[in-house]
């Protein structure tokens, strides 16, 4: 059905009367899910996000993304298909979480550092969830168990490079951007040549620069805040009506002939409009169901992120001409590709988690524990450190690329 259709604007528009209807009718219910989804933003999202959207709005300006642009090349263009600037929001996207990299996808598309087709492969491979989030809240919080954050975290992330590398081949013919600096100066040199270049062309004073990126950041975080409070009153309202048991009934039909557990079909619902409440509804499925299903369960739904995520890169992309079909056809596939790496490796990582936490809550425990809460500076120092080491294996990496390359031109 085409955008343009008129059926189309009719079938939104009576959408949009139905559920006006049913806030009128349910207004207390969706009084309480607007305040839950207001608590949730203000006390996690909000401290967890801000500091890293500000901090890498000012690395932009100083022109610390050339830098890591020139020594990422080696890198990211051979295994990625995209030029140096995306390890920048690889590392960013992968420690602070979504929606940050669909933020600086759009903002290195304005600035002409990407092209279309590589800001559709970037922004498709590096919206992940940030690992206090799959560790922390989901592994330990909803399963009472560290060995499972291992294994959640490594599926989740291990799928998304994979991710990378499958889109490195979309839109295979479309223009690439050029280097950012190359001349006959080692790496690190050009690194630091383009870094200076680029803060000699923003120009703006350092005050200026910090409040124009907290402006920024406090527009997008109103944007998710919004987004957030809106999903949460949908998702409970489509309970109160029974909608979602509706689907979870023709959900568990359609695949249990194939072997599918029927008892996960209430969480795939969930996991459908948000991650949180799905990778919770996942956690708490019936005793008798293999662990190793709500393992496989909980990383797809942390893979595909939820259509509440979704409407919120929809609308920090919608600023440029940057598709979205792409990535929501990336999210399906990061989804299959963590499920399936779940049942591949769930027996070694079960063995080696064992090992070597001799001390960590046992992964088959059953026992109640409170998602675990930690203050803003502890957020932004553990983020900031998962940062910091994943841009340095991607630095190594690309100095040893780099290297390889010189002396095979020698």
Known sequence: MSRHSPLLTLLLALSTVFIVISLIAYSQISFEAAVRGLKIWWEVVFPSTLPFIVLSEVLMGLGVVHFVGVLLEPLMRPLFNVPGTGGFVLAMGFSSGYPVAAKLTTRLRLQGNVTKA???RLVSFTTTGDPLFVMGAVAIGFFHSEQMGIILALTHYLSAVL???IYRFHAPFAITSAPLEKNSLPLPLRALQAMHRARIRDGRPFGKLMGEAVQSALNTLLMIGGFIIVFSVLI???????????ISTLLSIILGPFGFPPAFSQAIVAGLFEVTLGAQAASIVP???SLVWKAAIASAILSWGGLSVHAQV???????DIRVAPYLIARSLHALLAAVLT????????TASSWFMDKAIPVFAHVK???????WWETLLLSGGLAIGFSAILLCTSLTLSRMN???TR
């Open 118 to 120: 590589e800001g559709e």
């Open 163 to 165: 991710m990378g590398v």
């Open 236 to 246: 409970q309202l489509f309970s109160t009506i029974h909608l979602t048991q509706i």
């Open 287 to 289: 005793d008798e169901v």
């Open 314 to 320: 929809a609308s920090i992309l919608s600023e440029t």
């Open 343 to 350: 049942f591949v490796f769930w027996g070694p990582l079960a």
């Open 369 to 375: 524990a409170e998602i675990p809460t930690t203050s």
């Open 406 to 408: 010189r002396s095979k």
